[in-house]
């Protein structure tokens, strides 16, 4: 009998413990949802994130041919896009005047630079595959998932303020274009997508600098 009754009481301790843990999680992945739909919905936050989480979504479902200039280039492609859409947000809705100037210069610099991918992407066909481009490659691609996954869920993240949250996601940007460009120049050969690449990294740096030294 005392052993039926301590098998009873060990079965009903998991079953509250089970029932207690699935509870957590339910919690937790609730918040997390509705973190995610308050922020895409939120007119400080909304127009931001959309475009890069389109470009993140178009970044991670392009097929690699695994030829460093060739897939740089329509990656290069899909990030200036999402880089233009951002900054066509802040020149329309914003309110910092500083920034909005910014973002005004930029897009007429980065939609130079969607041109310049433009053409160079019709001379260039997939002809080297190369695994550990892709590889790393690959792994910039989810570490820019990854931020904006948290930029919409993260309540600490981005603010009720348009103008502080370009500026935060712009930096994580221009970080990103800094990555894909870098990896890119450890395999890349054609001539004209590696002074691209070069210049993006050097003037991406300039941009940091310049949006960290603004009033916040």
Request: charged share 20%; net charge positive.
């Amino acid at each position: 009998m005392k052993t039926l009754q301590l098998t009873l009481s060990v079965w009903l301790s998991m079953a509250l413990f089970s029932s207690v843990s699935l509870t957590a999680c339910a919690q937790a992945t609730t918040s997390a949802a509705t973190s995610s739909v308050t922020a895409t919905s939120d007119p400080a936050k909304a127009p931001l994130l959309k475009p890069i989480q389109q470009m993140a979504s178009k970044l991670k479902n392009l097929t690699a041919s695994g030829d460093p200039d060739f897939d740089y280039a329509l990656q290069a492609k899909v990030h200036t896009q999402g880089t233009l859409d951002l900054l066509k947000a802040e020149a329309q809705s914003g309110k910092d005047t500083a920034l909005t100037q910014m973002a005004k210069d930029l897009t007429t610099s980065t939609q130079a630079d969607m041109d310049l991918i433009n053409n160079t992407m019709r001379q260039i066909k997939p002809s080297r595959p190369n695994q550990s481009f892709t590889q790393k490659q690959s792994q910039n691609i989810e570490a820019i998932m990854l931020k904006i996954q948290q930029a919409a869920s993260a309540n600490d993240k981005l603010t009720n303020s348009l103008d502080k949250n370009f500026s935060a996601l712009l930096l994580e940007q221009r970080q990103d274009a800094i990555d894909l460009a870098n990896t890119y120049l450890q395999f890349g050969k054609n001539d004209t997508l590696r002074g691209y690449a070069q210049k993006l990294v050097d003037k991406s740096k300039a941009d940091m600098e310049k949006l960290k030294a603004m009033p916040k």
